[in-house]
Nanobody, 127 residues
Framework: QVQLVESGGGLVQAGGSLRLSCAAS????????MGWFRQVPGKEREFVAV????????YYADSVKGRFTISRDNAKNTVYLQMNSLKPEDTAVYYC????????????????????WGQGTQVTVSS
């Protein structure tokens, strides 16, 4: 398993930007597909974006497509989520997660597909 720590959350006005980071421990980071999810109280954890182990393949939820960008730096054991044009409905706790499943990254959209999770970072977008 890999240990994950998110950072970069905070309070931002609608239309603003934030970049989340997720630092991973372990030497096998580059073998994991990485995902970002978000959750608001009383709702299920929602898929946001996923990136393949190589970084070549990415896939986004329709609600963030064109506004968010997932990327990774395997040399730094870090995955990022650049969030632009933020909306109040993007307010949530954001989690990064790692998957060791050997399937196409675009099919990794369920929390059950990910075996390692960070503690989450709060993102609040004010109107």
């Amino acid at each position: 398993q890999v240990q994950l720590v998110e950072s970069g959350g905070g309070l931002v006005q609608a239309g603003g930007s934030l970049r989340l980071s997720c630092a991973a421990s372990g030497r096998t980071f580059s073998s994991y597909a990485m995902g970002w999810f978000r959750q608001v109280p009383g709702k299920e954890r929602e898929f946001v974006a996923v990136i393949s182990w190589s970084g070549v393949t990415t896939y986004y939820a329709d609600s963030v497509k064109g506004r968010f960008t997932i990327s990774r730096d395997n040399a730094k054991n870090t995955v990022y989520l650049q969030m632009n044009s933020l909306k109040p409905e993007d307010t949530a706790v954001y989690y990064c997660a790692a998957s060791s499943k050997i399937i196409e990254a675009r099919n990794l959209r369920s929390p059950a597909d990910f075996g390692s999770w960070g503690q989450g970072t709060q993102v609040t977008v004010s109107s």
